[in-house]
């Protein structure tokens, strides 16, 4: 009945009831917090669960800066920026279990991870052309169905009567350690403190750009997501699905 994201069963298969009543209602639900706080993983463990749009904003405003970068366009010319927003699309594509970005039809899921896009995505999302561009879009993507999007500004912006709001943190030791292995795995050559470098600038350009700025909607419920594990993540994200939609 419902599709249990492989390895993070144990939690779920005690909150049943919870499950069967969230199921009764059309959800949409906007999840943010800060860069590698596990809000990627978690929306995509939901998602599963319950049968979810799943739409990565991160990913499209990632997918703008590689387009920009690979163009050589100056990304802090703004008027240059803006005049060439119609010529990017941006969709998703489901494969197997994953969510593909698709960036003018190539996928770059790859490339839109790397640092040299990472380096510069903060940056680019500061722009308000280009924050304005990518929320029409967002809202279109959101109109139909039952939704998870996670962001920045989704639950203060762009679905601001969304039923369950969720904002999600951790400490930025823990953050760093996620990310850091997270490279690793991907075999990126790179130091500890070069990741803990870029968190730190991102969430500080986040959450002090003047247009949308990274903060916790008056009535999203906080989740530390510091010492839990996905299946654990899940399970509380349940919870709170189900205290807000009861
Ligand atoms: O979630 P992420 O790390 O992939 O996001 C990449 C960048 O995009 C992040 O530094 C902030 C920005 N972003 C944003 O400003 N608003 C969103 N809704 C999503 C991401």
Redesign the pocket.
Known sequence: MYNIPQGVGIGISLLKHELEKIRKHKLVIAL?GH??SG??TLAHNLAQLLSLNHI???????AVTLYLLNNDIDITDKDKVSSVLDEIDISFQREQDKCITILNGKKVEEQIRTMRV?DH??DV??ISAV?SHLVHLQRKMAASDSVIM?????GSV?LPDANVKIFVSASLEIRTERRYQELLDKGVNITKEEVAKNLAK?DH??SNRED?P?IQAEDAIFLDTGSLDQGRMLAEAVKIIHSQTA
């Open positions: 943010d860069s590698s809000k990627s990565d904003t991160g990913a499209m405003y990632r990472s995505v903060s999302s500061a924050r996670d962001g920045r500004d989704i762009v991102r350009i986040d949308s990274l």
